[in-house]
């Protein structure tokens, strides 16, 4: 019998991974009010370690105290003292024996009004589409944002670098810099958002730079073997059909700039990442980002049935996450290693009322 890819050994930046299936980064809004990781978290963490997953990717954690924080009961790494309250978490995973990378996050304009000190802020003023999602503790419109100024830029890339080191302080074996699904970097990779007249706007190249030049700075202030990792979507949170409108170009544009910045992986999402990424044939964004990105690929969406995932792997990517499947099933990878039936989402155990850890996902035996 033909060896199943979805458990083949896979080897991230020095760290060995003993299948190619890790955790996604889902918000869950557990943090304590100041923004810190809490023991239920670390038991919720820790479960899906146990479950089999070889490399876990915490939700979005913000960045800084004025701007970043997107919704109620987010985590942050904007503090010493939230990066302390990491390491509980961290260890927890750690004695299972797996790696863990710290989202961070900046919202941007999608940012929520609870969560916001200091308003919103985008590459240009902008207002999302749509309203705030009460399941994240948001109602009503969004404001318009604030476009940043050269003061505002420096003072984002240096948030992230401090939150990066906090997290490498706090005993992360990487981070992922999230630069999709509508939050601020991938604002700036948007044309539909990003109406900059500078460096930082107009051609695709332009439009890379900016999170390019975090991902370059977070890589040069910490060690090589810190895994410093990118997220990447089209589609934002308020608009999930979103495509880029000069489509090949961008991609080319920002997987190439991610990757020559430093980045040790590409993680491309969409809601269904086996299809074209633009139209009705031609490549994924998992195949773009495999020809354009010369590091490793992983791949997020639609793929939370083993052979979906066995397809996305054979579509390119070198690694992929589950999200939605994650959560309806912590220990995935046993189960299909083992092949044991999958159970599907119950939403009145998770995501209702709102998007916190339900009792249910908390480990019994822990």
Do not use: C
């Amino acid at each position: 019998m033909a060896a199943d890819p979805l458990f083949e050994p896979f080897e991230l930046n020095g760290l060995s991974l003993d299948n190619r299936v890790g955790l996604a980064p889902m918000t869950r809004t557990s943090a304590t009010e100041d923004g810190h990781p809490t023991d239920r978290m670390a038991r919720y963490y820790r479960s899906f370690a146990r479950g089999g997953f070889s490399f876990l990717v915490t939700e979005g954690t913000y960045t800084d105290e004025t701007h970043s924080q997107g919704y109620p009961g987010q985590p942050g790494l904007a503090t010493d003292a939230q990066a302390e309250a990491w390491q509980p978490v961290v260890e927890a995973v750690h004695e299972e024996e797996r790696p863990i990378f710290a989202q961070l996050m900046h919202a941007g304009a999608q940012a929520q009004h609870e969560a916001r000190t200091a308003g919103t802020v985008a590459p240009s003023a902008y207002q999302p589409p749509g309203e705030m999602a009460e399941v994240y503790g948001g109602s009503g419109k969004f404001p318009e944002a604030e476009a940043l100024d050269a003061e505002g830029l420096a003072a984002v890339k240096s948030s992230f670098v401090d939150a990066a080191t906090r997290a490498l302080d706090a005993g992360f074996d990487g981070i992922e810099v999230h630069a999709a699904n509508g939050y601020l970097l991938h604002e700036f990779l948007d044309p539909l958002v990003n109406e900059r007249t500078d460096q930082y706007g107009g051609t695709p190249e332009n439009r890379a730079r900016f999170p390019a030049e975090v991902v370059a700075a977070i890589d040069e202030a910490t060690p090589d073997k810190f895994v410093v990792g990118v997220r990447v979507s089209q589609g934002a949170v308020t608009d999930e059909d979103r495509t880029w409108p000069d489509e090949r170009a961008t991609a080319r544009a920002v997987f190439e700039a991610l990757t020559e910045a430093g980045a040790g992986y590409l993680h491309v999402t969409e809601p269904a990442i086996a299809e074209p990424a633009f139209g009705s044939e031609g490549p994924t964004l998992t195949q773009l980002a495999a020809d354009h990105g010369d590091t490793v690929v992983i791949a997020n969406g639609g793929i939370g049935t083993p052979e979906k995932a066995r397809g996305a792997l054979a579509a390119g990517a070198d690694l992929l996450t589950q999200a939605t499947a994650a959560l309806a099933n912590h220990d995935w990878p046993k189960r299909v290693r083992e092949g044991q039936e999958l159970d599907d989402l119950d939403p009145s155990v998770i995501f209702q009322p709102d998007a916190s850890i339900s009792d249910a996902e908390i480990p019994s035996d822990d």
